[in-house]
């Protein structure tokens, strides 16, 4: 039974040459690991580090503690809110976000300034440690960036000179300047001034030895929009108020102190927003206690010209026992009245101003209260979005429309309130004039008296009312709490999250194996020239391969010597033993062989292969003739150097009256090799080929030696080879590895089969060491010739 190609195994074998392409280069691999594994540790050795800063906050929730959302209930039903939060974390989220309060913590930290330690390779920044501050007394914005539209700002140099002076320059060198610490300087964009930042003499001497200190400028929008782009704010869990504030930055202190500072700032604002309303209220408070003092005083003093006038001393005596009988009637009177007042003061209030309102006057109508503490939230809410929004936003306009509706509910029911004190206090004085017509025997004069007193009353119970409401407002001023609650203050992690050395290491790992793979899997796939035999059996099977040129190095001789023992000696030898079978056929043939070399196009290295192959069989001790057969572009005066000036076969083509045997020459390389050069160049070597005297000059030649090598015209080129091919017991097709084109190949295919060659054989020249089919891949050699450890190598070993 036939043996059956196993398609696993075929499988493996061509995995396992795939693979050997990439391992038989291992160098590159390793030159590639090796510079990517350098550049490594030299980035990691001058990169500077980011660190990460973290800061976490929780936002008090105000809806616990009643307040506002109690406040609201009342028109929760109503649908004014629409769900909306009274303390929506992700409000507080943008507010941390925005551009105004990262603004603030700009200039309050003033890091549109940036101070770097200049170095050979790395430019730290500095922020804590630096030795000296830059104060901009003046900064026009608007020059500066016109000076700076297209190009960076350019920074300034200072060295610190002692603990007194310093020098500043530019980097251009056009500016220099020795300055004294707090003396003003000008630029075109600013007025600067530098004061020390040291405070002892290890302090200054620290300074000293830090050299030149770079110092950049930028806007405070522009600084601000830079860690705005920084600056993580997230919450940890969805269900929780419990904020994180991160922030990557080379400067782990400058980033603490922003995270720090944003904090107080969010805080900050919070406090004012909510103190807005306790200030409105202790103004409101303090502009009537200054007209009810003022009518206080006008009251007191018109009861004492009262009784002054008429001669009163005590007239509540006289009347005690009735003032008894009606002193809750006099309190309700007194009560509405207050109420009253304070009803018309708040509607006065409410027209002229479309703010905050005064909240806890003491109103007892419970829905009053409630409505004014309602509106007054809005508001609230609303001023502090629109800090970070427009009038545009939907929140806004919802928020606006809400407080329009309830301040005119606010004005109704104070209008509402108004009219039933109104109701009340004529009720009131009908009454009053049922008990005046009661107490008619009192005197007029006690019956005036009585209306001085009680006007004096309500100045005074409305004095002292609002003397208490200053008090806690006062208190509540004083009291108010901060909105985010620090649960970690701002903190560093020790370790950087950037660069991460395994990160890059493995990186450059991975990078130097890649770029070899690459550049190798590259060239194989764009390379369309012959490396090995494997790529002339991928085109054909049927034309033998019976010799392997290796590729000669500078150093090595081009000649096979009289019992070489180099490689590219064995490698002919192995060529003649392999044609020893092909020319088996040939035994009976009487005289000697011919043998035709030739190859597709110029270059391939056929003339060489010709001479060493003929060197070759002369060291057999055969009698061996080298033709030179290329009548248009001769080479054999490569090797003897006077064929140019000998006769050959041009010249016996041509002149009928030369003979042979005059114009073969002897050659200077063995005895048994005979050179017959191709003559003078001739203007039609076609023509000279089809002639009679052709068939003669092979015959002559078969009949005089073993061995007639013809050194032949490319094929591809001219049709010279196919012309006397036919004369040839033999021909060898020679291909340059790494020259010629795999589509070339073809070509000796398609000549074969069409009869145009005759006993095609390929000789593959100049072939790498790596890429040899065979034996003579292991180097064999035999004697005692030494090889160099580095030869080894490359014998092993492919780089390109």
């Not at 060295?159 to 310093?166: M, R, V």
């Not at 000008?186 to 001497?205: C, G, K, M, W």
């Not at 108004?418 to 005197?443: G, M, W, Y």
Request: charged fraction near 25%; charge should be negative.
């Amino acid at each position: 039974m036939a043996n059956v190609p196993n398609p696993h195994q075929e499988e493996e074998l061509d995995l396992r040459e795939e693979l050997q392409k990439y391992l038989r280069r291992w160098p590159l691999f390793a030159i590639g690991v090796a510079v990517c594994l350098a550049g490594a540790f030299v980035y990691l050795r001058y990169a500077t580090p980011t660190y990460n800063s973290l800061a976490t906050i929780i936002i008090k929730d105000e809806k616990k503690g009643g307040g506002m959302a109690s406040e609201l209930a009342a028109f929760a039903d109503m649908g004014m809110f629409s769900g909306m939060g009274t303390n929506s974390i992700e409000n507080e989220i943008g507010i941390l976000r925005s551009k105004r309060l990262m603004t603030n913590v700009v200039k309050e930290l003033h890091l549109h300034v940036r101070y770097f330690q200049e170095g050979v390779i790395r430019t730290p920044e500095l922020f804590e440690d630096r030795p000296f501050n830059v104060q901009l007394l003046a900064f026009d914005t608007e020059r500066f960036l016109k000076i700076y539209e297209e190009d960076d700002p350019e920074p300034l140099f200072f060295e610190i000179l002692s603990d007194s002076t310093y020098v500043v320059k530019t980097e251009d060198g056009e500016f220099r300047k020795k300055m004294n610490f707090g003396e003003a300087f000008t630029l075109p964009y600013a007025e600067i001034s530098v004061t020390p930042n040291f405070n002892s003499v290890e302090e200054i001497e620290s300074s000293l030895k830090k050299g030149q200190i770079k110092v950049t400028f930028s806007t405070v929008d522009a600084m601000a929009a830079a860690y705005r782009q920084k600056l993580q704010v997230n919450l940890t869990d969805k269900n929780s108020s419990l904020i994180e504030l991160s922030l990557e930055d080379q400067s782990p202190s400058k980033a603490r102190t922003l995270l720090d500072q944003l904090i107080y700032q969010y805080n900050r604002e919070a406090i004012e927003d909510k103190n807005l309303v306790s200030l409105n209220t202790a103004n409101f408070i303090e502009d009537r206690l200054a007209i009810i003092t003022e009518e206080l005083d006008s009251v007191e003093t018109g009861k004492e010209q009262f009784k002054k006038e008429n001669k009163l001393t005590n007239i509540e005596a006289e009347s005690e026992l009735f003032i008894e009988n009606v002193s809750d009637f006099r309190n309700r009177q007194l009560e509405v009245e207050t109420q009253l007042e304070l009803a018309n003061t708040m509607i006065d209030y409410l027209k002229e101003d479309d703010g905050l309102l005064p909240s806890n006057l003491g109103f007892k109508e419970e829905g009053v209260v409630e409505i004014i503490q309602s509106y007054n939230q809005l508001v609230l809410e609303r001023d502090r979005i629109l800090a970070g929004s427009t009038e545009r936003n939907p929140v806004i306009v919802n928020l606006n429309n809400q407080i329009a509706q309830i301040r005119a509910n606010v004005l109704q029911s104070l209008k509402n309130l108004r009219t039933s004190l109104q109701i009340a206090r004529n009720d009131l004085n009908a009454q009053e004039a049922k008990i005046d017509a009661q107490i008619a025997t009192v005197p007029s004069k006690e019956k005036e008296f009585r209306n001085i007193e009680r006007q004096q009353n309500i100045k005074e119970a409305l004095y002292l009312f609002l003397l208490q409401k200053r008090e806690e407002t006062s208190l509540s001023l004083a009291v108010t709490a901060p909105k985010a609650k620090i649960v970690d203050a701002a903190y560093s992690t020790n370790e950087p999250i950037s660069p991460k050395p395994k990160i890059i290491l493995l990186a450059a790992l991975i990078l130097g194996l890649l770029i070899p793979f690459l550049y190798i899997y590259l060239k194989q796939l764009l390379n369309n020239k012959i490396q090995s035999r494997a790529d002339i059996e991928e085109v054909t099977t049927e034309i033998p391969i019976v010799g392997e040129i290796p590729s000669i190095g500078k150093k090595d001789s081009e000649m096979v010597l009289e019992n070489d023992r180099s490689v590219l000696g064995e490698s002919f030898r192995i060529l003649h033993t392999n044609l020893q079978y092909l020319l088996a056929g040939a035994a009976d043939k009487d005289g000697g062989n011919s043998i035709c070399v030739t190859s597709t196009v110029k270059g391939e290295g056929k003339t060489f292969v010709a001479y060493n192959f003929a060197l070759t069989l002369a060291n057999t001790g055969k009698k061996v003739l080298i033709v030179g057969a290329d009548l248009r572009n001769p080479q054999l005066q490569r090797y003897e150097t006077d064929a140019r000036q000998y006769q050959g076969v041009s010249d016996y083509l041509v002149n009928n009256d030369l003979e042979l045997k005059d114009l073969i020459n002897k050659s200077a390389f063995h005895p048994n090799l005979d050179m017959l050069p191709s003559g003078t160049i001739p203007p039609n070597p076609s023509e000279l080929w089809r002639g009679k005297k052709t068939p003669e000059l092979f015959a002559e030649l078969e009949s005089m030696y073993d061995y007639v090598v013809v050194d032949t015209a490319p094929s591809l080129l001219v049709t010279d080879t196919f012309l006397i091919n036919h004369y040839a017991d033999l021909t060898l097709y020679v291909s340059r590895a790494g020259y010629t084109e795999k589509k070339l190949i073809q070509f000796a295919v398609d000549s074969r089969n069409d009869g145009k060659l005759k006993n095609v054989s390929f000789v593959l020249n100049d072939v790498k060491t790596a890429n040899f089919g065979y034996g003579n891949k292991y180097g064999y050699a035999y004697g005692e010739e030494q090889i160099s450890f580095w030869d080894k190598i490359k014998d092993k070993a492919a780089f390109w």
